[in-house]
Structure formats: structure tokens, C-alpha cells
Nanobody, 120 residues
Framework: QVQIVESGGGLMQPGGSLRLSCAASGRIFSVYAMGWYRQAPGKQRELVATISRGGITNYADFVKGRFTISRDNAKNTVVLQMNSLKPEDTAVYYC??????????????WGQGTQVTVSS
């Protein structure tokens, strides 16, 4: 069984920074792409940033230059460093990972989400 656990959300003033962490654990043969998505109240879940196993990154336009995604393949972790936060960044942030629990399986796994609130 695969577990995805996020941490690091909270309340921050506009212009501040937060760091989200995510760890995949359990029955894992290999971890491929990892990423962060977010969902604000009344809106659909949207991509924030992804990173391939080889380190290729992809960012949504609304976070370019402010957020940085990184990963540690040895630890199966991914981090989202969020700087220059804006009130519109307020959302529940979800970690996603494409994982093979065995050599013959592959699937998308999600964390439970962590709340990020940006407000003065």
C-alpha cells in the first residue's frame, strides 16, 4: 500500500513564504513524476507544478518566478517552496505522485491535502 503525506501548510501574510513537503512511502517499486495541485473553494483542482524523475519542471503561469519545486529521489520526497505569496494562492494543496507499487503496476496517488491561507 502506498501512502502520500503532505506537511507545511498554514496561514501566511501576503508577500510571505511557505514550504510544503510531501513524502511517498509504503510499497514502492519506482516513483515517476511528482507534483502539486491546488483547489480553492468553488473552483476546480488545478496544476501548480510538476517535476519528473529526471528533474524536469513544469509550472503554472500563475506561480512562475514565485514557486520552486524540487525532489529527492532517494527519499521519495517533493518540496514546493512558495515565495511572494498572494491572497489568491489560498487553497488546499495536494501532492500527487505517479508510482509503481510493483514492476507490473502504475497509478496516480494523492495526499490528503494541506490548507494554505494567505491573508493579512
Amino acid at each position: 500500500q502506498v501512502q502520500i503525506v503532505e506537511s507545511g501548510g498554514g496561514l501566511m501574510q501576503p508577500g510571505g513564504s511557505l514550504r510544503l513537503s510531501c513524502a511517498a512511502s509504503g510499497r514502492i517499486f519506482s516513483v515517476y513524476a511528482m507534483g502539486w495541485y491546488r483547489q480553492a473553494p468553488g473552483k476546480q483542482r488545478e496544476l501548480v507544478a510538476t517535476i519528473s524523475r529526471g528533474g524536469i519542471t513544469n509550472y503554472a503561469d500563475f506561480v512562475k518566478g514565485r514557486f520552486t519545486i524540487s525532489r529527492d529521489n532517494a527519499k521519495n520526497t517533493v518540496v514546493l517552496q512558495m515565495n511572494s505569496l498572494k491572497p489568491e494562492d489560498t487553497a488546499v494543496y495536494y501532492c500527487n505522485a505517479e508510482i509503481s507499487p510493483t514492476r507490473w503496476e502504475k497509478g496516480d496517488y494523492w495526499g490528503q491535502g494541506t490548507q494554505v491561507t494567505v491573508s493579512s
